[in-house]
């Protein structure tokens, strides 16, 4: 083999042979030889290059900042007090739970290592992972975790999480071990424990709502304050944030991370297009329809959140027949109202379980039946049920009291907030039952208002209303019958013994599957009942830096989800062989 690849190489031309043969080219052979010659070099060039890139993939790498603007000033960045967006938004970045949500909506292991759950599942028992760290050096340990939990359960904190820890104890079984112990089962317990935890040599000694950690916080999150910039009155302009080296999940690869706030969306907005920002969120459809056109980078995500119309029965009499509120569903434009309040940002929904909950996929979805087959539908119902067009051009319908006939208008008022996508939807509502012949009232209220004198005494014929169903455990609050009075959240003030069953038994089941059968149940009886008409669900909002990479929009249930997978957003990023990215 040796000698053939000797009598190759020696038979190749030499250096001398080869300037003798271009000696007697002639001057077009020349140019000609030499061309071609450029030619091989810089496609030789181009093959290697390409397979130099074939070979090589960018990978994230510490470094780079982003400043994000809020609407309102935070006041409790603290686990237990923690009430606003602004302040969830804040404590999902400082702080760290047993477990985190992660971009796919499941539970990841984050301070825990691992966890077991008993077979009668009540009993939760967690392990702590070795070398966790609050961001003052000190480590995390079990007595930490009671401390969290047992602060959320005093009543005279009055935290909002408390609901969540009743009827759940929690023991140390050693510095790196607690057991959580549960008086029946709870389905979504698992979320609880993605609560921040606080540290105790911190927080313990002083009343919790007056310590300086509330607007100082300590965490073992991703992300440590490194500057607070509050005004002469106390209010916070903006915090700086730094990435946390210890977090346990990998040191993130934003270097700084600015939150900045402001008084109302226009300050956000002006702070945006100024560049004193590169983020914003909760922002209307109005303004994310201009800022796309001026080409901003926009995310959405649909929200669990039901918006519809809730009838009240026993403020109204008409509603007791469902085959009206049938009719209402029928007639209204629900895609009008996506197009024209939302800006198309938000989706239809015809079920009481919002998008990105649990059985939203499976559920049953309305007819495909075009608006006008939909409109004729709704006449033909009402035709049936004695409603004919009077003189004054609505509907009527004939009665017989106390032996004497008398005629009643299908009338009705819907009573919602004064914001702008209410008042609008509800204007298009109107248009729409009004060209039926219903004769439709539209009444609008000051937030504390509506609360006040509207909703809490139940006094309203329809309600336009939006309900947050941040958790599977708020469609029991929404819908069993013990939630129909103040300060139960059954605004419908609906009752099913068969829906409350289902849902008592829902609350209970830990199994996915079995849950998602019972919701399939829960949405087939309201849609038999028709207590209410369902219209839409909105996005959530986001402008965000086209400079950002690694972010998540999926399972946005909630304003800080998006921030559940902040440490593996990235803007630099450093270009390494493909076998050394493994």
């Not at 079984?173 to 606080?198: H, R, S, Y």
């Not at 990435?243 to 002006?270: H, M, Q, V, W």
Request: charged content about 25%.
């Amino acid at each position: 083999m040796e000698n053939l690849y000797t009598r190759i190489f020696n038979s190749l031309p030499s250096k001398n042979e080869i300037k003798k043969t271009i000696s007697h080219f002639s001057k077009r052979e020349y140019f000609v030889f030499w061309g071609l010659v450029i030619i091989l070099c810089l496609s030789t060039l181009a093959i290697l290059q390409k397979i130099n890139r074939s070979l090589i993939v960018d990978i994230p790498t510490q470094g780079g900042s982003i400043t994000e603007g809020i609407v309102g000033s935070p006041r409790f960045i603290n686990p237990a007090l923690a009430r606003t967006n602004t302040e969830q938004d804040l404590v999902s970045l400082v702080y760290s739970g047993l477990m985190r949500k992660n971009s796919d909506g499941n539970f990841i292991p984050d301070l825990a290592e691992k966890y077991e759950v008993s077979k009668d599942a009540l009993t939760y028992t967690f392990t702590l992972k070795d070398k966790i760290y609050f961001h003052d050096g000190k480590p995390v340990t079990a007595e930490d975790i009671i401390f969290t939990i047992n602060q959320i359960k005093d009543p005279i904190i009055k935290s909002p999480k408390k609901v969540n820890w009743d009827g759940v104890s929690v023991e140390k079984v050693d510095e790196k071990t607690v057991k959580f112990v549960l008086k029946q089962p709870f389905a979504l317990f698992l979320e609880n424990t993605t609560v921040g935890i606080m540290p105790s040599h911190i927080w313990d000694g002083s009343p919790i709502e007056l310590n300086d950690a509330n607007t100082n916080p300590v965490g073992s999150g991703p992300y440590e304050v490194s500057k607070v910039s509050k005004q002469s009155s106390g209010i916070i302009d903006f915090y700086d944030l730094k990435s946390f080296k210890k977090f346990i999940l990998g040191r993130p690869y934003i270097a700084n991370l600015t939150l900045r706030f402001y008084l109302n969306e226009d300050d956000l907005i002006s702070a945006l297009e100024t560049g004193e920002v590169d983020q914003v969120s909760f922002i209307t459809p109005e303004r994310a329809d201009k800022l796309k056109e001026e080409g901003y980078k926009i995310e959405s995500s649909a929200l669990p959140r039901v918006f519809g119309l809730f009838f009240n029965q026993n403020q109204n009499q008409i509603f007791t027949d469902k085959n009206i509120a049938n009719a209402i569903n029928l007639a209204i434009d629900k895609k009008e109202i996506i197009s024209k309040v939302l800006q198309g940002y938000g989706v239809v929904i015809d079920n009481p379980i919002p998008p990105n909950i649990i059985a939203y996929e499976t559920l049953g979805k309305e007819n495909n039946l075009s608006l006008e087959e939909k409109k004729w539908k709704a006449e033909e119902i009402l035709k049936k049920g004695g409603w004919e067009k009077g003189p004054s051009g609505f509907l009527e319908k004939s009665v017989t009291k106390n032996k004497k006939k008398t005629s009643t208008v299908l009338e009705f008022s819907i009573s919602t907030g004064n914001t702008p996508d209410l008042t609008k939807s509800a204007e298009l509502i109107r248009e729409n039952l009004q060209s039926m012949g219903m004769k439709v009232d539209i009444k609008t209220f000051e937030t504390g208002n509506l609360n006040q004198l509207v909703i809490r005494p139940r006094k309203y014929d329809v309600l336009l209303f939006g309900q947050a169903v941040d958790r599977e455990s708020a469609l029991y609050s929404f819908w069993h019958s013990s939630q129909r009075n103040d300060p139960g959240l059954n605004v419908a003030m609906y009752t099913n013994t068969k829906v409350d069953k289902i849902l008592e038994d829902a609350f209970i089941t830990v199994d996915r599957q079995s849950r998602i059968k019972k919701y399939i149940q829960l949405e087939e009886e309201i849609r038999k009942d028709m207590p209410a008409v369902f219209l839409y669900s909105p996005d959530f909002i986001y402008i965000v830096s086209k400079e950002l990479k690694g972010f998540s929009m999926d399972h946005i249930i909630s304003s800080p989800d998006r921030f559940s997978n902040s440490y593996l957003w990235y803007t630099k990023t450093d270009s390494i062989w493909k076998i050394f990215s493994k």
